[in-house]
RNA sequence: CGGGGCGUAGCUCAGCCUGGUAGAGCGCUGGUCUCGGAGUCCAGAGGUCGCAGGUUCGAAUCCUGUCGCCCCGACCA
């Protein structure tokens, strides 16, 4: 993208509403734009980086053995009677009527409609397990929303749901996407922590919020420092499909302490040897509660037997909007945004200093040609210093700096946004570390 | 849902108390000298002061209502 005719509306100053870093800085970036309270627009900025974490956690799940599949925003109210939560969820639903005025709503998670797709079509056991999942939005009428898109009214969930014949098969769907969880939050980048938690309006026993590490989090946490050490992706973790690897990471999770302040425990905490304490935000929950929605609504399965059997559930839930205002708060500085290289708009920028010099901008065109839609090219006719703070701002991994210094002697500088690093190279050099 | 605050130019804000012809900085447009960390100077565009009603000769300013947004607390991916 050219930045001369991007749509990338930058600010200097901080809008009065943004009061927390990363609702600050996907203004200023020009990554959302809010419409009302807790509903924002996402221009192409901050779409680009809502995409990048979708697919990864797209493709965790996918790992997983989890099926895509996607359900409407809007729901009947009808499914949710059948369950006893159309009363009980409170003003948080947004309730709607439609022409004939029958009751409908925007459904603020997805138990109800899956497990009624699921009765619909799958009568035996043979054909469990299932996990279906979702990315889609969902809304809850907060009283209060705030934090910009962490706490946003309209967010982008991606919401799991699982079906077992019995309890232990329903153990291992839910370790298969506690696994998939942390590898999905390791790609991103972040220290997650997974933690035990109240179960909520949801229902269930079984159940794990995931907390990222940021010094603006919302919560005080505990943890052992050796979730530090635990690798997810590399050769030699676990595997989604032993039972065996399953079972061992579990016990990693379980075993070494982590609470947030509301569940610390000072005794447990006493003996810990290696302590860390931070501040956290919940990206993500994950719920086991058995039969609750299949036998209220009635979902059977017929067993080995041939008697009907409800099956055993669980309920995995990313906030993949929030995720994104998670990510700045983890990973900013005073000059802005530092984006993981996974989830980035764009991997470097492109910044001619001197724009309408032939050397620069020939040698510009042909890096941006290399990188295509990787790069973001600041074509800009505007000063050397305007184009650094705002390159900063935004929060590319690389920067490739174009100037008429370098430019002449067929050098250019790369910077590495997180270190601050810079190094002279040629362009091929350049390029080849950007990878 | 309780408590507090704010709506004036695209953004940040002043003016309001004490009513009398709408202001600044940034941004934007044109020009100028600049040209490696948000440059200089000149000129310019841009606002029915959230909306409605009231008081008044006269309302951004006082009064009433209403809508919107933000902050603190309780609740949540």
């Not at 005025?101 to 603020?108: E, F, I, Q, T, V």
């Not at 075993?255 to 919940?282: L, M, Q, S």
């Amino acid at each position: 993208m050219r930045l001369s005719s991007g749509f990338i509306p930058t600010l200097k100053e901080t809008p009065n509403e943004a009061q927390i870093a990363s609702h600050r800085l996907m203004l200023r970036a020009g990554l959302v734009r809010q419409t009302s309270a807790g509903i924002y627009a996402w221009l192409p900025l901050g779409l680009r980086v809502l995409r990048n974490i979708e697919n990864i956690v797209r493709e965790e799940q996918n790992g997983a053995g989890a099926q895509e599949i996607l359900m409407p925003t809007i729901q009947p109210a009808e499914l949710w009677r059948e369950s006893g939560r159309y009363e009980d969820y409170g003003k948080e639903m947004l309730r709607i009527a439609d022409r004939h005025g029958r009751d409908m709503l925007y459904g603020p998670t997805n138990e109800e409609m899956v497990t009624d797709l699921f009765r619909q079509s799958v009568k035996s056991y043979k054909e469990l397990p299932q996990i279906l999942y979702h990315i889609q939005w969902k809304f809850r009428d907060e009283v209060r929303p705030r934090f910009g898109v962490m706490r946003g009214r309209e967010f982008l969930m991606k919401d799991a749901y699982s079906f077992d014949l019995d309890q232990d098969a329903a153990v291992i769907s839910y370790r298969k996407m506690m696994l998939a969880y942390m590898r999905t939050f390791q790609r991103m980048g972040l220290k997650a922590i997974p933690m035990e938690a109240g179960t909520g309006p949801i229902g269930g026993d079984l159940s794990h919020e995931f907390i990222i590490l940021a010094p603006t989090g919302e919560s005080q946490v505990y943890f052992d420092a050796a979730f530090e050490e635990i690798d997810y992706l590399g050769a030699g973790s676990f595997s989604h499909d032993k039972p065996e690897d399953l079972a061992r990471f579990f016990t990693e999770m379980t075993t070494h302490y982590a609470a947030t302040d509301e569940k610390h425990d000072i005794a447990r905490w006493d003996r810990v040897e290696n302590k860390r304490e931070g501040r956290g935000i919940e990206v993500g929950h994950i719920f086991y509660f058995g039969t609750k929605y299949t036998k209220s609504m009635g979902a059977t399965v017929a067993g080995p037997d041939g008697k009907p059997v409800h099956p055993e559930m669980g309920s995995y839930g990313i906030g993949v909007s929030r995720l994104v205002g998670a990510v700045i708060e983890a990973s900013h500085d005073d000059n802005g945004i530092i984006w993981p290289d996974s989830i980035a708009p764009f991997k470097a920028a492109i910044l001619n200093l001197k724009v309408g010099d032939a050397t620069c901008d020939a040698l510009c065109e042909q890096l941006y040609a290399a990188l295509g839609d990787n790069a973001l090219y600041d074509d800009r006719n505007d000063r050397a210093g305007a184009k650094f703070a705002e390159a900063d701002l935004m929060g590319h991994p690389w920067q490739i700096v174009v100037g008429p210094r370098g430019a002449a002697a067929g050098k250019v500088e790369l910077k590495r946004r997180a270190t601050g690093e810079r190094v002279e190279l040629t362009p091929e050099e350049a390029l080849s570390r950007i990878g």
